[in-house]
């Protein structure tokens, strides 16, 4: 049977792409045919070292995953205070120690439920905190001094930090026994999430005020995750994810040190979130290349003596961006090469995004997939069986070090800036990203990037699939809680401690210690937040388009 | 689509759909377009119109932003803000009004240039009479911001505002050449950055090369911090009682009869080019030629 | 002189807005620029814009189409919040076009209010374009 034009057609546009064409990857690195010993410069002791051995490019552990496997933190949240304590306390009683739990937007933008802006959105992409009855519901029942507790929070999570400081307290748990990690990075917002109350000074001398109140009192507090996650979401390349992120780590670093903290107090408290996307290779790259940055810049820009502050810990996840709505079956295997190349680049944890999240909110069902890929690769792969496995591959070796060579490009432009936040402020980095994302998108449209079920091999009819179905009732029931709360509190208390920490806010005192006794006071998120307001006033973006 | 004249009634009393429409039928020039502009022409040009134009990058939008605020609390405001159009596709990303904080009682309109030259819009004329027409009391427009040859503000503004700021070297030693002299109030925007003291002293020295034609008030500002707003509206002001002299106004009206001259020339290429091969084969000469056009065109 | 010339053929308005609490921009940020690049004029409403605002800016611009996305699940509220705000500006004839994550029976309801095309995440921006063009040729006829 002759094969008709348009299968003739489809065959010649396939093999015209394995043919001679020049092969790049997101960040734009052109790519040998093949890789040999010459591609790969310096000695194997600078370079790479033993797993576990500076510059730590193979690891951070001598044994990796012969000792122990990556942590698989789900992270959850949503609806009222309730459903989400009833969530965590499901998780524990499954084993898990590590709590993960995510916000809504109302609460990421430091508004209570009964907030207009929040209408329609309370509970609904993570759970809903207004004021500390809500975290004392979350927590209600769960022993704070054997769990971590990982938030995602960023503009409020001094608040947030407040918060749970004081229902540690008040379960008798002393703050400096707490164990947990707010996100709390900051300069990924103005770059990329975009979820911020005020001006970037001002956040920035929050996030000071955090990092010497932690450092002094609550020791096994990780006030920080320096995250690229969200920069890659945003549209950026590796290689952008890789030097927009260490640049906002080092930028934290030098507010420590220059705020009197001494290097090696607070550096090893911080630690990085990185995207996993489905360049396998450039994406293991990335991670190999980002713990060798960073163990150098820290010994020997900053000054760090040990070797706690070198290693780069982080938690990965993997591409959301990367799921299409077109044959969602397929994410269950981009999800697993991602997760397979968090896993080969060395991550201490890692999150699976579940094949239906273009859809909707995850289901049951297909969270337990992303999960049980996670469990598949860790039992019966064998990937962990061995520490850094690809190390040595000449391809490998040689894309690590061009990352690393890209990423410098990258830190002379930021730095003859004025630093991160002046690129911030000029839309530099916004502008870069928004610039890549589009750049992503032609070639998609070009047909030059070929993404399966989109632009390739793509069906006529797509049959929806089964998605979550939530009764959204968390916003009458928060606004309820928010008001019996605001009925029982002395007004007084509340005052007084607003003011209190209005005088602190304007004298730039640390503002730690008054945030917790508004807090305790039962003023609201938004009251607290509104405070700043006031004193710092809001910020708007330059224009990126 | 309701009658032409629901539509003006609907708009003078301050329906802000409506004016969009009417600006939207002058920019396309479409239906009911002749009738409209014979309507609006015929009652006196009263909006004063303050023109802002300067470099890419130096806070345009920022600083009417801050003008807007201080004017719409006693005038009926009207801002019009120009963005480039895309020589390739055509399209334009009308960007500018992110920059303004709060429109509840100002009528905000962006335009694309649509391949008109000068940084402006033809439609930016009607436009103005329209609001005029409105009883808009004043008009703020920001031309596009190319940085290149952008004088054409002079035909629609009482007022023109030349924005600098710091650090621009290259853009500002290009602008001495010859653009700057068209601000009638030369604003050294971002005070607040630290290298304003020497743009400052720079810009004090060209204001001072006395063959530029014009006196110049310049004023320091920072759109960020509000510093020199107040000053910079007390000169508007006093700038307003001085306004409209009778040959300023045939001097505009003139430069809008050769736009659209140009603008129908523009559009009747296909004769031009007609005429042109005629002359290369000696069937005509040139001046011939371009008599021909004219009739052709006039017919 | 009406449609002189090329330069005032009319071109579509279009206006991209995120109505709600959500800073995830990337795709309005591409689709504004794939919008220029289609040969529409472009407007963008900034971060957080309240629906009322999105329909003021609409409004005062005379767009033809305004193109909505969101991430934060809050599609259900926001999207009509556009559309009702609209209307009550004497402005129900300008065309709303939605994107973002939603679900499928989200889309039904979204369709009966008005609310087209409804795009999921990496459709092809040219069947975005498509539809954009469609619905204003649609507007326009009714314009006439």
């Known amino acids: ?545 | 689509m309701p009658k032409l004249s629901e539509l003006i009634s609907s708009a003078e009393s301050g329906n802000r759909r409506d004016i969009g429409k009417l600006v939207t039928i002058m920019e396309n020039r479409s239906d009911g377009y002749s009738s409209l502009i014979k309507r609006i022409s015929r009652k006196k040009k009263n909006t004063f119109v303050v023109g802002i134009t300067g470099p890419p990058g130096v806070g345009k939008s920022s600083l009417i932003s801050r003008l807007a605020a201080e004017f719409s609390k006693r005038e009926r405001l009207a801002i019009v803000m120009i963005d480039a159009t895309s020589p390739f596709s055509g399209g334009s990303l009308l960007g500018n009004r992110l920059r303004l904080e709060n429109t509840d009682n100002i009528y905000v309109r962006s335009m694309a240039t649509r391949g008109s030259t000068g940084g402006l819009n033809l439609a930016l004329g009607d436009s103005l009479d329209l609001m005029s027409y409105l009883g808009f009391t004043m008009t703020l427009v920001e031309s596009v911001g190319t940085g290149q040859d952008e004088t054409d503000i002079l035909h629609f503004a009482d007022r023109i505002i030349m924005v600098l700021s710091p650090g621009m070297g290259d853009q500002v030693q290009a602008l001495k050449a010859g653009q700057m002299e068209i601000g009638d109030y030369v604003v050294l925007n971002k005070a607040d950055k630290p290298d304003a003291i020497i743009a400052e002293k720079e810009l004090m020295e060209t204001l001072s090369i006395p063959d530029l034609s014009k006196k110049h008030s310049l004023v320091k500002v920072s759109a960020l911090t509000g510093e020199g707003i107040k000053e910079l509206v007390k000169l508007i002001d006093a700038g307003r009682s001085s306004k409209a002299k009778d040959e300023s106004v045939i001097l505009r009206e003139k430069e809008r009869i050769r736009r659209e001259i140009l603008e129908v020339l523009k559009s009747k290429d296909d004769i031009i080019e007609m005429f042109a091969k005629k002359v290369v084969s000696d069937d005509l000469t040139r001046e011939e030629a371009v008599l021909e056009v004219l009739k052709k065109i006039l017919k | 002189m009406e449609g002189t010339n090329n330069n005032m053929k009319r071109r579509i308005r279009i206006l991209v807005a995120k109505p709600a609490l959500d800073g995830h921009d990337r795709g309005v940020l591409v689709l504004a620029k794939a919008f220029r690049d289609a040969g529409m004029e472009v407007l963008y409403a900034g971060l957080l814009p309240t629906p009322e605002s999105v329909a003021r800016i609409a409004v005062d611009e005379d767009v033809d189409v305004v193109a909505l996305s969101l991430h934060n699940s809050a599609h259900l509220s926001a999207f009509p919040a556009v559309k009702k705000w609209l209307k009550k500006l004497g402005a129900g004839d300008i065309q709303i076009v939605g994107g973002g994550i939603i679900p499928p029976a989200d889309r039904k309801k979204l369709e009966k209010l008005g609310i087209t095309g409804n795009f999921g995440p990496g459709t092809p921006l040219n069947q975005v374009i498509e539809h954009v063009r469609k619905v204003a040729k649609k507007k326009w006829v009714k314009d006439q």
């Open chain 1, 1 to 545: 049977m002759p094969a008709t034009n348009r299968t003739k057609k489809a065959y010649k546009s396939d093999t015209e792409v394995l043919k001679g064409n020049p092969r790049s990857n997101s960040s734009g690195f052109e790519l040998k045919d093949y890789y040999t010993p010459d591609d790969v410069k310096g000695s194997y002791k600078s370079k790479l070292g033993a797993p576990g051995e500076y510059p730590y490019t193979r690891g951070i552990h001598p044994d990796m995953y012969r000792g122990r496997l990556w942590t698989m933190r789900m992270f959850s949240g949503f609806g009222t205070p309730e459903d989400t304590n009833g969530r965590l306390k499901l998780l524990l009683s499954h084993g898990e120690t590590g709590l993960s739990v995510a916000f809504d937007m109302p609460t990421l933008y430091g508004l209570d439920a009964s907030s207009d802006r929040a209408h329609g959105e309370v509970g609904k992409c993570g759970v809903n905190v207004s004021s500390l009855k809500d975290m004392e519901v979350i927590f209600k029942g769960i022993p704070l001094d054997k769990v971590s507790t990982s938030m995602t929070i960023n503009a409020p999570a001094n608040i947030l930090t407040a918060m749970y400081a004081v229902v540690g307290e008040k379960g008798g748990v002393p703050k400096k026994n707490l164990a947990g990690t707010v996100q709390a990075d900051i300069l990924k917002e103005y770059i990329a999430q975009k979820e911020w109350m005020y001006p970037p000074e001002a956040h920035m001398r929050i996030i000071r005020d955090m990092m010497i109140y932690c450092t002094n009192n609550m020791p096994k507090w990780n006030y920080i995750s320096i995250s690229g996650y969200h920069i890659r979401e945003a549209g950026a390349s590796a290689v952008q994810e890789l030097a927009f992120t260490l640049a906002d780590g080092f930028e934290y670093v030098k507010l420590g040190i220059e705020n009197g903290l001494d290097v090696d107090s607070f550096a090893p408290r911080l630690s990085f979130f990185f995207n996993s996307s489905t360049n396998f290779f450039e994406e293991i790259a990335k991670f190999r290349a980002a713990r060798r940055i960073w163990a150098k810049e820290m010994k020997e820009t900053y000054g760090a003596k040990s070797e706690r502050s070198m290693k780069l810990r982080f938690h990965s996840q993997t591409s959301g961006y990367s799921l299409t709505w077109q044959q969602p079956l397929n994410n269950i295997i981009r999800t697993s090469v991602e997760a397979m190349a968090a896993i080969l680049g060395g991550t201490q944890s890692l999150h699976t995004n579940s094949y239906d999240e273009a859809w909707a909110l995850p289901s049951e069902q297909a969270v337990e997939v992303a999960l049980r890929t996670q469990q598949v690769i860790a039992h019966e792969t064998g990937i962990p069986d061995v520490v850094d496995p690809l190390g040595g591959s000449y391809y490998l070796e040689s894309l690590t070090d061009k990352m690393e060579e890209e990423a410098y490009k990258y830190f002379k432009t930021i730095n003859a800036m004025g630093g991160v936040v002046s690129a911030i402020k000029n839309g530099y980095l916004q502008k870069e990203i928004a610039a890549t994302a589009y750049a992503h998108q032609r070639k998609v449209e070009s047909g030059e990037l070929k993404i399966v079920g989109v632009n390739a091999f793509s069906k006529e009819n797509e049959q929806p699939i089964n998605v979550l179905k939530i009764d959204f009732n968390a916003e009458r029931i928060q606004r309820k809680r928010l008001r019996e709360v605001k009925l029982k509190r002395n007004e007084g208390n509340v005052q007084r401690s607003l003011d209190r920490l209005r005088d602190i806010y304007s004298r730039d005192e640390n503002s730690m210690e008054s945030i917790i006794q508004a807090v305790k006071a039962y003023a609201t998120l938004q009251e607290i937040s509104d405070v700043g307001r006031e004193v710092f006033g809001g910020w708007k973006e330059p224009t990126i388009i």
